[in-house]
C-alpha cells in the first residue's frame, strides 16, 4: 500500500499477517492492563524507536503519521484532563478543572492509545493488501468468494480517488465555458457527485461480472501467492516481548514520575 514511500525492507515486511494480528489484540489488552506510569510511558517510547527503526518508510512520511497519531491521542484524552477528579489544582477556569491526577490519568490514556497505533501503523507500513487476504484464505479458511470480494473493493478506493481528480480537472475546463451561477453551491456538488457515482457503480459491475466470470466462487481452489509462517514470525514475537520487559525493568530502576498506580485517586 505504501509501496511508493518505501526505502528499505526489515524482516517486519515478512511477518506473515495473522502473526501481526494476533500480537496488536494480545497488546491492546496488556496495555489495558498496566497502570504503572513510567511503564507505559516507557513502552511508549520503545515502541516508537521500533517504528521508526523497522517501518522501511521514508522518515518524513512515518513522522506526519506518528505526529498525527500523538495528537488525536492527546485530544482524545481531553476529556479526562479537563474533567478528572483529583486533589492537586494546577487549572480552574468554569466547569473545566485541571488536576494533577488527571493530567496524569489522560496522559495514561494518550499513550496507551499511542501505543496500539503505533503497532497498527507497522502493520500498515509492511503488510501488503493482497498478501493478507491470502493468508487469511490459506491458514484461517476464510472463503475465496468473500476475500476477494474485499480485495476487489479496496482496489477499487484509489480508482475512485482518480476518477474523482481527473473529473474536477475535466469540470474546471468547461466551468470556463458557462455561467459562475451554474456551479455554484450545491450545483457544483452534484456535478461531482452524480457523474462519480455513476461511474464507480458501472466499474463495479464490471468487475463483478469478471470476477464470476473466472469462477471467483467458493470451494476448493489454488493460489499464486503463498503467505506461510516462518522463524521471522517467532522473531517479531521476541522483540515485542523484549519490548515490553526492557519496558518493565526501566520503569523499576530508572522510574520518572514514580506513580506506581494511576488508578488511585491521590498520586502522591
Known sequence: MFD????????????????????????????????QFDFML???????????????????????????????????????????DGTHTLFQFGFVHITSESLYRGLHLAMRTTTISFFGILIAFTSQIV??????????????KVAYAFMAAIRMVPLMFISLIELRKSLKMRYQLIHAQNYRGFK???????????????????????????GFKDGPRTYYYYAPFSYKDFL???????????????AQYIPITGIEDIRVTNIY
Not at 487476504?133 to 476464510?142: D, I, P, T, W
Not at 517479531?236 to 518493565?248: E, M
Request: glycine share 2%; net charge positive.
Open 188 to 214: 457544483k456538488l452534484k456535478h461531482l457527485l452524480i457523474p462519480l457515482l455513476s461511474q464507480n457503480i458501472r466499474k463495479a459491475h464490471q468487475l463483478s461480472v469478471a470476477m464470476e466470470k473466472n
Open 42 to 84: 516507557y513502552i511508549t517510547c520503545l515502541m516508537l524507536l521500533f517504528l521508526l527503526a523497522f517501518n522501511g518508510l521514508q522518515l518524513k512520511i512515518t513522522l506526519t503519521f506518528v505526529i498525527l497519531t500523538m495528537l488525536f491521542s492527546l485530544i482524545s484524552a481531553l476529556f479526562m484532563i479537563f474533567y478528572g
Open 236 to 250: 517479531l514475537i521476541l522483540v515485542v516481548g523484549i519490548i515490553l520487559l526492557s519496558a518493565y525493568l526501566l
Open 4 to 35: 511508493i514511500w518505501k526505502k528499505y525492507y526489515t524482516f517486519v515486511d515478512d511477518v506473515n499477517i495473522i502473526t501481526k494480528l494476533a500480537i496488536a489484540v494480545i497488546l491492546f489488552f496488556f496495555v489495558i492492563l498496566v497502570h
Open 131 to 144: 498478501l493478507v487476504f491470502y493468508s487469511l484464505m490459506q491458514h484461517l479458511k476464510v472463503k475465496p
